[in-house]
């Protein structure tokens, strides 16, 4: 399990991992700690070593990898770059995370065919290597129809991994990886960063290396777990860390008990990982006769047409009425959207949009088309429309006001519309966040107390529309970010494959203008996609 | 895709003067009742002139989308709308250089269905090849 605090969500990247036994020599000094621009002599003094690389990129999720992708098909040699990292992969983390949440290799993903985190153009998409690979047309009917007869078309998980491994061998990847957790960047004094690596045991001589240099890249993901308040409560107050789980943590055993016997489980959150996990509910249901009944608590009980402020017909603190233009369907509970935003953040008209807002502005409209929301799936829909004819799937509208362990079960108070209602069940399985601020993360709130960074209207890393992180420059060095902790900036969409390439298109675009790399035009774009198409090195 | 009003009508004569020229060049010489490269290319030109208002028509339909997103399929049926209206009017002489009635039907249906149908698939990919920026600019070319 991991702790919040820690800097990733993949319970293997412990951070004490990587803190030797023995004190060894250099390592931060109390003076460097208090210096917001550090002096080549500062760091030298403290004993750390200095490798001089021009571009680092920190996280080595895939943030970090559709960046130095680009750059390398922007003619970047693998010397030039470094990727400081926990992981052995890119997707390590990403596959932990939907693995335990319910999509295995096997199931599909939420994003859709053109977001291809190991292709720039997204060409072929995702169902035309899907159609050739597996010489059938049913992926391309799929991308024809989609979202009007079909859903959306979207990759299964372990075609996104092979490929993601293909790319990466192709690009040298691994010349470019460090292993190490990064404990801090802070300006350097006559221009660029330093970033502070602390490497795992045995790795280096000295308890931290220095890597100074032009460019520095932040792609961490996210910042850490966030339990619900009560629930994290009452796993401290009972010690009980089996019956209550969160989706993001491995939780096999539920299933296996569930299987064995007849019980009842609370599914909290109306996201796409509360579908998910109603559907391992469910498959388990029909593929091995599990007795599950299960309990779906909604905070908030969407029941027509809503927009991120909640339901048209409802009460909607500071949100007017929904717009005519700017209305998405929802029923039985759910708001229904095929991505994490509607589809034109990625490329479109609501991309153009938000690009020209600021302030209360953004912050606004970021409000009216978020909220949470899944897909509408037929297998989804069939499922849950069994379970309420059959009576094993009920709906629960409310928030839980106290919890209290009750035998082997826990005894939940729900207040409701009704009134408080008490609800005895053998689970509870959270599926309501994931996202903890970033000031949880150490290395973030580094950079907001003595970088320069600040916050955006939605909280985040406050970023420029080429990513830059605002206030960070130094010198001639500049600081860029993406990924979840830069959500709420000129670019909605940030936290997703897609997301990140936008991201990466636009650094690249930044740094080609400083020279750092070469501009991708129409020829070398042409010439490095044959090669991309080969298999050969960019 | 995923136009803005903008992008959308970069593509679209970006797409009828590039792709749309060359087909026709190429493809005049054989349609059947053998019209003339003028014939083929005031057509073209026709196209062309009433694309720029059904685009702004379908932008306005994009509007009720909460996605905002234009499906591929829309990309590929809008043939039929667009394709009836050019033909009504070539057919009926409405068209400046052109006299009633003197257009072969299926030499109209082959020239402007092949037009379409490689306008409609180098959209939906290869267009992302020499342009990584179109994409996710909404579809513009400047
Ligand atoms: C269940 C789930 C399903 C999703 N499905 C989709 C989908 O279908 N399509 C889609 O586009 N997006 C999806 N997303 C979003 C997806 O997670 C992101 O698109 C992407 O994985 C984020 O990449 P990243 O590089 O920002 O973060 P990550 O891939 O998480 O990588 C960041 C890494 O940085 C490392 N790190 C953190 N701090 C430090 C430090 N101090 N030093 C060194 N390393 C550090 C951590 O190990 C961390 O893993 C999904 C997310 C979840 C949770």
Known sequence: ??????????????????????PISGDLTDQMLQTDFWTDELVAAAGIPIVDIPFVTIGGGIGSFVTVDYLRIAGVPTSQMRVLSTLDFPWQTYEYLTRVSQVPRPERIRSDSASRPDNIWGFPSYAVSEAIQKKTLAPLWSVFA????????????????????RESNRIAYNEMLVKGLVRIVR?????????????????????????????????VGYPGLKFLPELQRYRTENNDYRHIVNAYEAHE?????????????????????????????????EKYGAQTNIVHLFRTYINGTNDGYGNEGDA???????????????????????????????????????????????????????????????????????????GWYNVVVGTVEDMQPSGERI???????????????????????LEADIAEHRLLKDLLDHGGASRNPVGRLNVDRNFELIGTASGSGTLYASGATTLGGYFPG??????????????????????????IGPVRSTLQWWKWLAGSAP | ?????????????????????????????????????????????????????????????????????????????????????????????????????????????????????????WTNGPMRVPLIRWRFFGGRIV
């Open chain 1, 411 to 433: 005894l939940n108070q729900v207040r409701t519309a009704q009134g408080v209602v008490p609800l005895e069940v053998d689970f509870v399985i959270d599926c309501t966040g």
């Open chain 2, 1 to 121: 895709m995923l136009p803005t009003l903008n992008g959308r009508l970069q593509t679209r004569i970006f797409m009828l003067v590039v792709f749309g020229s060359l087909v026709t060049l190429v493809l005049t010489p054989v349609l059947p009742g053998d019209p003339d490269h003028g014939t083929t290319f005031i057509i073209l030109a026709t196209v062309l002139v009433l694309g720029i208002v059904w685009e702004l028509i379908y932008h306005g339909i994009q509007q009720f989308r909460w996605e905002k997103d234009w499906p591929t399929m829309f990309g590929l049926i809008t043939i039929l709308n667009e394709g009836a209206l050019v033909w009504l009017l070539v057919d009926a002489g409405v068209v400046p250089g052109i006299d009633e009635g003197s257009v072969p039907f299926w030499a109209f249906f082959i020239d402007f269905s092949v037009i379409w149908f490689v306008i409609w698939v």
């Open chain 1, 494 to 519: 940030v936290d997703t494959f897609l997301g990140l390439q936008v991201a990466a298109q636009e650094i690249y675009g930044d740094l080609a203008k400083r020279g750092f790399c070469k501009r």
């Open chain 1, 187 to 219: 300006r350097r004094y006559g221009g660029g960063y330093f970033t502070i690596l602390t490497p795992p045991e045995g790795a280096s001589a000295t308890k931290r290396v220095a890597f100074r240099s032009q460019y520095v890249h932040i792609a």
């Open chain 1, 146 to 165: 989609e979202p009007i007869f079909t859903d959306y078309y979207t990759p299964k998980a372990g075609h996104v991994f092979e490929n993601l491994e």
């Open chain 1, 253 to 285: 055993h539920v299933y296996e008990r569930l299987v064995q016997t007849p019980s009842t489980v609370l599914v909290r959150g109306g996201g796409i990982v509360a579908s998910r996990i109603l559907q391992r509910l469910m498959d388990d249901r």
């Open chain 1, 316 to 390: 909607r603190p500071g949100g007017g009425r929904t717009r005519t233009f700017m209305r998405r369907r929802g029923e039985n509970g759910w708001a229904y959207q095929g991505f994490n935003y509607p589809k034109s953040v990625w490329g479109g008209q609501l991309k153009a949009q938000v690009r020209k807002l600021d302030g209360e502005q953004r912050a606004e409209l970021y409000k009216r088309m978020g909220g949470t929301n899944t897909p509408w799936r037929k297998s989804w829909q069939r499922q849950m429309n069994q379970g309420r004819r059959e």
């Open chain 1, 1 to 22: 399990m991991s702790e919040p605090a820690a800097a990733s969500v993949v319970p293997t990247t412990d951070p004490s991992t990587y803190l030797p036994s023995q």
